[in-house]
């Protein structure tokens, strides 16, 4: 398979053709790539941590982080399908 060329804005070409090939989306891709150069692979997926589950939030603040992201369909979804969004996105 030919190499994609993220462009200059990607930091870790490797990573994010990795995450591209899992099927995750350019944007998503170029985000985590970015973030594990900026730090480190490893501590990447640790950073958060202190935010409640998306389970426990209301339909309404989950509609005001899909709309700050801007994922677009949010004001028909349901309480489910706002949580695969954003947690696809």
Known sequence: MPKR???PS??????YEKL?????????SARIAN???????????HKGGKSPEYED???DDLRKRAAEIGIDG??????GD???ALRNH
């Open 82 to 84: 706002l949580i695969k």
């Open 10 to 15: 990607v930091k870790d070409d490797e990573l």
């Open 35 to 45: 973030a594990a150069a900026n730090s480190s692979r490893k501590s990447v997926g």
């Open 57 to 59: 939030w209301t339909a």
């Open 5 to 7: 060329d993220p462009g």
């Open 20 to 28: 591209r090939d899992e099927g995750n989306s350019k944007e998503k």
């Open 74 to 79: 949010r004001s028909k979804m349901r309480k």
